[in-house]
């Protein structure tokens, strides 16, 4: 069973306010990625990193940042959040090799107010 | 540049008849492929993927897809919907299994009773 996490499911927060979305992965995975959706539309990369100290842009400019300094961890942040952020955040992982597919989080649902 | 087309945005379906679901991609070389399934307000989980091989794959829940090179289509099938099968379906495309995917915009599936 694959298992990763993300926390909080559900966040709702005032305008200026620094927030911090979680997502942690048991798996082992050395890729983890970060995709936006906003409802009803399609999800779109905007962060990645293949290990550990190793953080790209996705194909979708975003004001958030991310780090990776354990492999199982990769948060992401938004130093000062704005109603234009509001949206799905999905995280998700993959491992290396031929075979293997990326497994996603339940989601935080992101509402700035 | 790689990218999904999911013609159909909403699809509407009495349950236990025949639902497909289409999807064409763009990209240069041999495309590793998948299709998921999400719920309201959940993450996405992986009904099936094509990487090589037979062109027909077999998934979760039922479902099945058929990879057409020569149409650039990954077409999903289930020959008789139920009404959990209600929900949104993407179509991935992805340079290898383990690497970033591009996503459709969608097809979202309501089962009538």
């Known amino acids: 069973e694959a298992d990763i996490y993300q926390t909080p499911r559900y966040l709702v927060i005032g305008t200026g306010k620094k927030i911090t979305l979680e997502c942690s992965q048991t798996m082992g995975h050395d890729k983890m990625y970060w995709y936006q959706q906003d409802p009803g539309m399609e999800l779109h990369l905007i962060h990645y990193s293949y290990g550990v100290n190793s953080t790209e842009k996705g194909d979708l400019s975003s004001e958030s940042t991310v780090s990776r300094i354990r492999t199982e961890h990769f948060p992401l942040t938004l130093e000062s959040a704005r109603p234009s952020h509001t949206s799905q955040y999905l995280c998700?992982?993959?491992?290396?090799?031929?075979?293997?597919?990326?497994?996603f989080g339940q989601g935080t649902r992101l509402t700035v107010v | 540049a790689q990218s999904v087309t999911q013609p159909d945005i909403h699809i509407t379906v009495s349950e236990g008849a025949s639902l497909e679901l289409r999807c064409n991609y763009s990209?240069?070389?041999?495309?590793?492929l998948f299709w998921y399934v999400q719920s309201p307000g959940q993450g996405l989980q992986l009904l099936l993927k094509y990487f090589s091989g037979d062109t027909l794959v077999q998934g979760i829940k039922g479902f099945e897809a058929e990879f057409k090179r020569s149409q650039s289509s990954f077409n999903l099938r289930k020959p008789s919907v139920h009404w959990s099968d209600a929900a949104e379906y993407f179509c991935a495309v992805g340079a290898a299994a383990g690497n970033k995917l591009t996503f459709g915009g969608g097809t979202r599936v309501l089962v009538k009773p």
């Open positions: 990209y240069g070389a041999t495309p590793y």
């Open positions: 998700a992982s993959s491992g290396i090799g031929r075979n293997t597919e990326a497994f």
